[in-house]
């Protein structure tokens, strides 16, 4: 008869091969705590990550953020609580920068000089984005001695031949990043496929894009009609890029070389300007238009806080919205992050019906950094939102943002 295993079997001596197959089916809170179990595990747990072509298990989103003391941290959904990244490089410190997106485990940032780049914080990565220059509306501005001193920005909408609707504006070139960029979002995560960046931005939230690595060394402006501006959020779906303005209407954009060609496929919804709107695809793979509610509390400090969603399914064929009373099992992300739902059978941490939200006003972020941030969830059931946090740990600036963290590398050649 086969005896039982010893109770006080040494998992110590686990292999590491074996100990590391266990933990690629982890998500990463959990593969954190077994660092703490024993100085082989530890080492094998620290390994994994920087295995990201073998460490490829979906994750959950957390919100990012900086904390007291400078270091780059993830709040997990998971567990509701904090995680220290290991120490990032110089050139990736996330306190220094500023975040206009989220797409795929990548971060968009700006650094001090207002060029744009992808940072991975789950494996230390960073990739260039095209230079802030090659943007139709950035004129650079040289010194006497042929160094960059300024940026002048040229409003003009998207029409072409061009029309100056006022004279350009000269900006130092750490501000131009708050004037012009509005939001990033990617195609797809570029470490597994060739990617696809694109950008809203002023004046005027007009759309540009450009390649990610091999082939990106120029944003393309998007030139179609005056009337194909003020976009509030993108996503990428079906092969193309869907882009909503702050009136509802969505216009897909389909990429080809240097070219952006554009169908109006969902009229406006409004007749006015608004703001917070997002586009979304559920799981069922249908898309939804959202719209936020904010206002102003408080006496002495006055702050924006989120007070409600109203959620709309899509019919194209009569081009009508219909309200959307819940979200079934999905959660949604919504912010700076790329607006996403999730299924919570997937997910099992996350709250169904729920909507999961971070400031991204960008006006307000930008001229309140010291404003206590609008961070939390949204029951659409009963319509209340709840702090995700009692005790918060992170600072108002950088803004916090949803990331769902990849440990996927891309190919060094």
Same mark, same amino acid.
């Not at 206009?100 to 960073?126: C, I, K, M, Y």
């Given at each position: 008869?086969?005896?039982?295993?010893?109770?006080?079997?040494?998992?110590?001596?686990?292999?590491?091969?074996?100990?590391?197959?266990?933990?690629?089916?982890?998500?990463?809170?959990? %593969?954190?705590?077994?660092?703490? %179990?024993? /100085?082989?595990?530890?080492?094998?747990?620290?390994?994994?990550?920087?295995?990201?072509?073998?460490?490829?298990?979906?994750?959950?989103?957390?919100?990012?953020?900086?904390?007291?003391?400078?270091?780059?941290?993830?709040?997990?959904?998971?567990?509701?609580?904090?995680?220290?990244?290991?120490?990032?490089?110089?050139?990736?410190?996330?306190?220094?920068?500023?975040?206009?997106?989220?797409?795929?485990?990548?971060?968009?940032?700006?650094?001090?000089?207002?060029?744009?780049?992808?940072?991975?914080?789950?494996?230390?990565?960073?990739?260039?984005?095209?230079?802030?220059?090659?943007?139709?509306?950035?004129?650079? %501005?040289?010194?006497?001695?042929?160094?960059?001193?300024?940026?002048?920005?040229?409003?003009?909408?998207?029409?072409?031949?061009?029309?100056? #609707?006022?004279?350009?504006?000269?900006?130092?070139?750490?501000?131009?990043?708050?004037?012009?960029?509005?939001?990033?979002?990617?195609?797809?995560?570029?470490?597994?496929?060739?990617?696809?960046?694109?950008?809203?931005?002023?004046?005027?939230?007009?759309?540009?894009?450009?390649?990610?690595? #091999?082939?990106?060394?120029?944003?393309?402006?998007?030139?179609?009609?005056?009337?194909?501006?003020?976009?509030?959020?993108?996503?990428?779906?079906?092969?193309?890029?869907?882009?909503?303005?702050?009136?509802?209407?969505?216009?897909?954009?389909?990429?080809?070389?240097?070219?952006?060609?554009?169908?109006?496929?969902?009229?406006?919804?409004?007749?006015?300007?608004?703001?917070?709107?997002?586009?979304?695809?559920?799981?069922?793979?249908?898309?939804?238009?959202?719209?936020?509610?904010?206002?102003?509390?408080?006496?002495?400090?006055?702050?924006?806080?989120?007070?409600?969603?109203?959620?709309?399914?899509?019919?194209?064929?009569?081009?009508?919205?219909?309200?959307?009373?819940?979200?079934?099992?999905?959660?949604?992300?919504?912010?700076?992050?790329?607006?996403?739902?999730?299924?919570?059978?997937?997910?099992?941490?996350?709250?169904?019906?729920?909507?999961?939200?971070?400031?991204?006003?960008?006006?307000?972020?930008?001229?309140?950094?010291?404003?206590?941030?609008?961070?939390?969830?949204?029951?659409?059931?009963?319509?209340?939102?709840?702090? #995700?946090?009692? /005790?918060?740990?992170?600072?108002?600036?950088?803004?916090?943002?949803?990331? /769902?963290?990849?440990?996927?590398?891309?190919?060094?050649?």
């Amino acid at each position: 008869m086969e005896q039982p295993p010893a109770s006080n079997a040494d998992w110590s001596c686990l292999p590491g091969c074996i100990l590391a197959s266990i933990l690629c089916l982890l998500e990463f809170p959990d %593969v954190f705590s077994t660092a703490a %179990v024993c /100085t082989s595990w530890r080492a094998t747990a620290r390994m994994l990550p920087r295995l990201g072509n073998i460490y490829s298990r979906p994750q959950t989103p957390c919100l990012l953020y900086t904390s007291v003391a400078g270091a780059t941290e993830m709040f997990s959904l998971t567990t509701s609580r904090s995680y220290t990244l290991p120490k990032l490089p110089a050139d990736t410190h996330v306190a220094d920068r500023y975040i206009f997106g989220s797409s795929h485990g990548w971060l968009v940032t700006a650094d001090g000089r207002s060029e744009l780049h992808l940072f991975n914080p789950a494996t230390g990565e960073q990739l260039g984005l095209a230079p802030i220059a090659t943007i139709e509306h950035v004129t650079p %501005v040289l010194d006497d001695n042929g160094r960059l001193s300024r940026y002048n920005l040229s409003f003009y909408d998207a029409r072409v031949p061009r029309l100056e #609707l006022q004279p350009p504006q000269a900006f130092q070139v750490g501000e131009l990043r708050e004037a012009l960029f509005v939001k990033v979002v990617l195609s797809c995560d570029p470490s597994r496929a060739d990617c696809t960046a694109m950008l809203i931005h002023n004046p005027n939230r007009q759309l540009s894009f450009a390649r990610v690595g #091999l082939g990106g060394e120029q944003w393309h402006w998007v030139t179609t009609s005056p009337r194909y501006v003020d976009y509030s959020d993108c996503i990428y779906h079906a092969g193309a890029f869907y882009a909503i303005d702050l009136q509802g209407g969505i216009h897909r954009y389909t990429i080809a070389g240097s070219y952006a060609s554009c169908e109006v496929i969902f009229n406006d919804t409004v007749a006015y300007i608004a703001h917070n709107v997002y586009i979304a695809e559920a799981s069922s793979g249908g898309l939804l238009q959202i719209w936020r509610f904010t206002d102003m509390q408080g006496d002495e400090t006055r702050e924006l806080r989120t007070n409600g969603f109203d959620i709309y399914d899509l019919d194209f064929e009569n081009q009508s919205i219909m309200p959307k009373n819940n979200l079934g099992d999905d959660a949604l992300f919504i912010g700076h992050n790329y607006t996403c739902c999730l299924p919570t059978k997937d997910y099992p941490k996350l709250l169904p019906g729920h909507v999961y939200f971070t400031d991204d006003c960008d006006y307000w972020v930008m001229d309140n950094k010291n404003s206590r941030r609008d961070v939390g969830f949204y029951n659409l059931e009963n319509r209340s939102c709840h702090e #995700l946090a009692s /005790t918060v740990p992170w600072v108002n600036w950088p803004n916090p943002i949803w990331i /769902t963290p990849s440990f996927t590398k891309t190919k060094k050649a």
